[in-house]
Nanobody
Framework: QVQLVESGGGLVQPGGSLRLSCAAS????????MGWYRQAPGKQRELVAT???????NYADSVKGRFTISRDNAKNTVYLQMNSLKPEDTAVYYC??????????????WGQGTQVTVSS
C-alpha cells in the first residue's frame, strides 16, 4: 500500500503565500505522475496542477502564473507553491500520485486533504 500525507495548509490573507507538501510512503518502486487537486464547498473536485516523472507540468488556467508545482524524487515528495492567493482559492487540497510497486503492480493513491482558506 502507498500512503500520501499532505501538510502546509492553513489560513492566509488575500495576496499571501502558502506551500503545500505531499510525501508518499509504502510499497513504492517508482512514481509516475503527481498532482494537486482541490474541492471547494458545493463544487466538484478539480485539477490544480500535475507534474510528470520527467518534470513536465500542467496547470489549471485559474492558477497559471501564481502556483508552481515541483517534486523531489529522492524524497518521494511533491510541492505546491501558491502565491498571490485569492479567496476563490479556498478549498480542501488533495494530493494524488500513481506508480508501480515492488511487485510491478500499478498503484494510485490520494491524500487525506489539507484545508486552505484565503480570507481577510
Amino acid at each position: 500500500q502507498v500512503q500520501l500525507v499532505e501538510s502546509g495548509g492553513g489560513l492566509v490573507q488575500p495576496g499571501g503565500s502558502l506551500r503545500l507538501s505531499c510525501a508518499a510512503s509504502g510499497n513504492i518502486f517508482s512514481i509516475g505522475a503527481m498532482g494537486w487537486y482541490r474541492q471547494a464547498p458545493g463544487k466538484q473536485r478539480e485539477l490544480v496542477a500535475t507534474i510528470a516523472s520527467d518534470g513536465s507540468t500542467n496547470y489549471a488556467d485559474s492558477v497559471k502564473g501564481r502556483f508552481t508545482i515541483s517534486r523531489d524524487n529522492a524524497k518521494n515528495t511533491v510541492y505546491l507553491q501558491m502565491n498571490s492567493l485569492k479567496p476563490e482559492d479556498t478549498a480542501v487540497y488533495y494530493c494524488n500520485a500513481d506508480g508501480r510497486n515492488w511487485s510491478s503492480r500499478s498503484w494510485g493513491s490520494w491524500g487525506q486533504g489539507t484545508q486552505v482558506t484565503v480570507s481577510s
